[in-house]
């Protein structure tokens, strides 16, 4: 396969499988000008291959349309990649000897960072103490985040560079405490390591067929620098595109920073690992109700105010609290200036994990986006997982109820916060479509376009995210198996290639099997990853 295509070349793609719904059987593809040409068989491609600049063999791969991710912290996710990743320590010992072997090899490094831990899995349940970390250490400043990036655990000099005030207790430090000493560590890497690890990840994010990100950032998790940097080097169009939020209520910043809207992760409430979500009833494993950031009455205002300036609002809501508090938030936003103001603007939620049928109603009602991940649940779900630890059984089972929320009408958007779950769209549509709670499970076909078409949506484009003439030729190419039907009860349906279906087959995502192998990343017409040897 070509590695030079740009924009302006004419490309026609043949010989292969082309997911589109123009065309259920299509096996050829014509781009032009960053856009998608044509779609049809192989035959019709004769046509086209005279007067194009470059033919693509297919070989029998997958065409689809590029994956978005719709969460995503770009920096944090380079520094885990190039970083210290503790995700996969089965027990606190482990974890103190990846810490220590880090900071063996890190000597220069002002502040060391680390990610991934999750003392809900280890023996015990409890994270590395204070002097165990100084120990490891050596003495140095060290910040490592919980999994789910809303507490974390650093060491004694660390907490000598962070403002008089923070907490010193040996636990992991949440709300404002962790924001503190966030912002201390992150500030000690340099604008050069910062654009090493975004250039790291969004190369990353390439290799993998994603075609856009959407960066959450904000002043509690990155800075001003950190987003304007990121957007700097997207738009050098190397890599995929980027679309970023601005979590915090100043519109007027927001546009300044050149922000799709004020939104993100405007934190509502926190995370249920870190028994900061906020909850209706207490946790099953603590005597509270976790933390609330926002009140209805604030949430109002900066809807109606982003509503006004024409710009998407957004918040994080995990609790069951939290979400009540956004609807109530949103539905005096949609009195002040109009329901159907509020509905066009499209504005979005973060995670809403905690669902009732009375607030999956409200966003349909609320025109709100759900943008939501899967991977959370195949890694915190089950009736012995972390959700079940943190809430009981039952309420566990009610989280993530992605059917229901699609057959409100809801629209959704995957994505994988990473660091928090690592970039992995197959392995996001898998989650979803097998999802822990069988009733919560969604079609193969649901799940790819809530991760592809459904990102689009979410800012606003109908006309992207699919392979049709017209449409962005931001797509992939996958070595894969089998294309398939699959329904969300976990049966096969081998009906993919019988013309009364016409349903275009995707990769058999039945868990075990092998995911499918991304050959190419195309976005806008340029290439911006092939595999080595392809």
Partial sequence: MSESTTPSTTVLLRRGEVHSPADPFATAMVVERGQIAWVGSEGAADAYADGVDEVIDLDGALVTPAFTDAHVHTT?????????????????????????????????????????????????????????????????????????????VVTTALLDLVPAGVSRADAPLTAADHHAVRAAALGAV??????????????????????????????????????????????????PRVVGYWAEQDVAKARELGAYGAAGDLFVDGALGSHTACLHAPYADAAHTGTAYLDAGAVAAHVAECTEAGLQAGFHAIGDAAVTTVVEGVRAAAERVGLARVRAARHRVEHAEMLTGETVAAFAELGLTASVQPAFDALWGGDDGMYAQRLGAGRARTLNPFAALLRAGVPLAFGSDSPVTPLDPWGTVRAAAFHRTP????????????????????????????????????????????LVVQAPDDRVARWSTDPRSGTPGLPDLTPGGQLPVCLRTVVGGRTVFVRPGE
């Avoid at 349940?125 to 809303?150: C, K, M, Q, W």
């Avoid at 990840?201 to 940097?229: K, N, W, Y």
Wanted: overall charge negative; some cysteine; glycine content about 12%.
């Fill in 76 to 152: 944090s996710t380079g520094l885990a990649l190039t970083g210290l990743d503790l995700s996969a320590a089965a027990c606190r010992e482990e974890a103190l000897t990846l810490v220590r072997e880090f900071a063996a090899s890190r000597p220069g490094d002002r502040v060391l960072l680390g990610h991934g831990w999750d003392a809900s899995r280890w023996p015990g349940g409890l994270p590395p103490t204070r002097a165990e970390l100084d120990a490891a250490t050596g003495g140095r400043p060290l910040y490592l985040s919980r999994i789910d990036v809303h507490s974390a």
């Fill in 190 to 239: 340099t604008p050069a390591q910062r654009a090493g690890a975004q250039r790291a990840a969004l190369a990353h994010a390439a290799s993998l067929g994603i075609g856009t990100v959407h960066e959450c950032a904000g002043p509690d998790i990155s800075s001003e620098d950190d987003l304007t940097g990121l957007l700097r080097i997207a738009a050098e169009g190397d890599g």
């Fill in 439 to 482: 009733e919560h499970r969604v079609s193969v076909r649901a799940a790819f376009t809530a991760h592809t078409r459904g990102g689009w949506r979410a800012v606003g484009r109908d006309d992207a995210g699919v392979l049709v003439p017209g449409a962005p030729a931001d797509y992939a190419v996958w070595r894969t198996g089998e």
